[in-house]
């Protein structure tokens, strides 16, 4: 997932790095005094469902006015299987015989993995479940939780947007 920001100016670099820093201490400070946050996190541990390094980053997520999110979606291009005469198997995908369509794809999914979750729009969305049922893709929700750091009133509003996203977490997990 890239963490770029959007906006790319000198001052406004400086600005959301001011953000990213504050809303970095905000993190770090509900992982390690916050009860709810820790408990949230204790019982996906519990059910087996450790969170990896870096689950809960903050993010310039644009004029998108949110607190935070959760879920990135991994989208994979799905490949062609060929035979041992380099002939591609029958039924092995709707892009198999056409290579620029292939192509086409690998492109349209480049573009899409550059745009940060936070600021992809229900467009982006449909033209990933759209190629899903075309078979050109395959969709995996993994879990992450994102923090719109330019939008985070406080340290509260951060540890209550934690909170929040964690239950959605706790609710993949199951």
């Known amino acids: 997932m890239s963490t770029s920001s959007p906006s790319a100016s000198g001052a406004d670099s400086a600005e959301q790095a001011k ?45 998108k006015q949110a607190g935070g999110g959760f879920g990135v979606v991994e989208e994979t291009v799905v490949e062609s ?21 292939s192509s086409h794809v690998k492109e349209n999914v480049a573009r899409r993995s550059g745009v940060a979750q936070c600021l992809r729009t229900d467009e982006d969305l449909r033209k990933q479940l759209d190629a899903q049922k075309e078979g050109k893709v395959r ?8 923090l719109c750091q330019q939008h985070l009133r ?21």
């Open 139 to 146: 969709l995996k929700l993994l879990p992450e939780i994102f």
């Open 81 to 101: 299987e060929k035979a041992g005469d380099g002939r591609v198997k029958e039924g092995t995908g709707p892009q198999a015989s056409n290579s620029a369509s």
């Open 19 to 63: 953000f990213r820093e504050t809303c970095d201490s905000y993190v770090k400070s509900g992982l390690t005094r916050n009860v709810t946050i820790q408990f949230l996190i204790n019982r996906l541990i519990g059910m087996g469902c450790d969170p990896p390094k870096g689950f809960i980053r903050c993010m310039d997520c644009g004029d």
């Open 154 to 174: 406080n340290e509260e509003h951060a540890h209550q947007s934690m909170a929040h996203e964690l239950i959605h977490a706790i609710d993949l997990c199951r």
